[in-house]
């Protein structure tokens, strides 16, 4: 289906509860000393909604100044026009509409044909940009993205792959804010959570990682899938494999993550049929974000605990058996949204 043209309205402090809720959470995470906040308005037409941001924290937040060194405002639309406009920061009193007084007076000047020019000091905050939500370029991982009346635009099958990318470009515990009417339309998306229907704001879920003994941590270098050789003996098991496992473990319950990594991707070099190690390693990766990897390793655990007998135990994991452990990670991959597993 073609993609239907959008309009460009909108105006300063629409969907105000939403703002509120901005606020709170800024200053929830400026308290736990989290820098930069960084915050996006994606489909931003004119740049009121992004300005709306900067002027809430800049008169509410009890936690000022709001400079760049703590803050990353960004505005991007797919029309030139609008990202012209958001960059002058010239708004006609229809914009304006939501807007107090005492907030405009204090950072707009009012110009003699009636417009109201917005305080360099805000303008200077935001940096504007050219994008299109449906072309492939990747986004900087955002804590708070406001894509607001953009979706309704969208025909479903588009709709479904810019949720799936605002999903990804959002930090662990970050938030989207839709438009009001299209609360719903993320709703399925296994990654959102829905913090509240009135507001229209999700949370991105931070995954269970917690169902085996090695504790999360950060990843490496990408792996490539497992390409199992049929004429490759059998060799899960192997000694010096299953030492560079228990290393991993060792190092993972010390908080040393990357060494943990190495640890696993040595065992595995050693063997990569050892089921248990990439396991590990998808935990890892998803502890960092890189949900393809995690899904690689995972579906390398699939397609090993397969070829197993069911009730036999996984080399490296004497108390599991292989029928566990094909359970955990379907779980696992089903909350990634796999659904064929
Ligand atoms: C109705 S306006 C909403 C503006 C603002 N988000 C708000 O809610 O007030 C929709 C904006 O989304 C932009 N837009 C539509 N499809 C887009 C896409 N695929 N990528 C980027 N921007 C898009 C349009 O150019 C327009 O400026």
Not at 80 to 99: K, L, N, P, V, Y
Not at 188 to 193: I, K, S, T, V, Y
Not at 313 to 318: A, L, M, R, T, Y
């Amino acid at each position: 289906m073609d993609r239907l043209r959008s309009v460009g309205e909108t105006h300063f402090f629409r969907q105000p509860a939403q703002f509120d809720h901005l606020l709170h959470a800024v200053e929830q995470r400026l308290e736990s000393h989290r820098y930069p906040v960084r915050i996006w308005s994606a489909g931003c037409a004119n740049g009121a909604e992004i300005y709306s941001t900067v002027l809430t924290l800049s008169q509410r937040c009890s936690r000022r100044p709001i400079d760049r060194g703590r803050f990353a405002f960004t505005g991007s639309d797919f029309n030139a026009d609008a990202i012209e406009q958001a960059r002058r920061g010239r708004f006609t009193s229809w914009h304006m509409r939501g807007c107090a007084e005492r907030m405009r007076d204090q950072y707009f000047q009012h110009l003699a044909d009636g417009d109201w020019q917005l305080d360099r000091d805000i303008l200077e905050k935001v940096d504007f940009f050219c994008h299109d939500l449906l072309d492939g370029s990747e986004i900087e991982t955002q804590d708070f993205i406001f894509c607001r009346n953009v979706l309704i635009y969208l025909d479903p099958a588009s709709m479904a792959q810019v949720v799936d990318r605002l999903y990804r470009w959002l930090a662990p515990d970050g938030v989207l804010y839709l438009g009001y009417a299209e609360a719903v339309l993320a709703g399925d998306h296994p990654g959102l959570e829905l913090i509240d229907s009135s507001l229209a704001a999700y949370r991105r879920r931070t995954f269970e990682l917690t169902t085996l003994p090695v504790p999360v941590l950060l990843p490496p270098i990408p792996l490539e899938p497992l390409r199992i050789n049929p004429m490759r003996p059998q060799l899960a098991g192997r000694p010096e494999a299953l030492a560079f496992l228990e290393e991993a473990t060792q190092f993972a319950n010390n908080n040393q993550p990357r060494q943990a990594s190495q640890s696993l991707k040595k065992s595995l070099y050693l063997d990569p049929s050892l089921a248990v190690s990439h396991y590990q390693l998808g935990l890892l990766e998803l502890g960092e974000q890189k949900v393809d990897q995690a899904r690689r390793h995972w579906r390398n655990v699939i397609t090993l605990a397969r070829r197993q007998t069911p009730s036999e135990h996984v080399p490296g994991w004497e108390n599991c058996t292989w029928e566990q452990l094909l359970q955990w990670t379907s779980k696992q991959l089903r909350r990634l949204g796999e659904s064929d597993v």
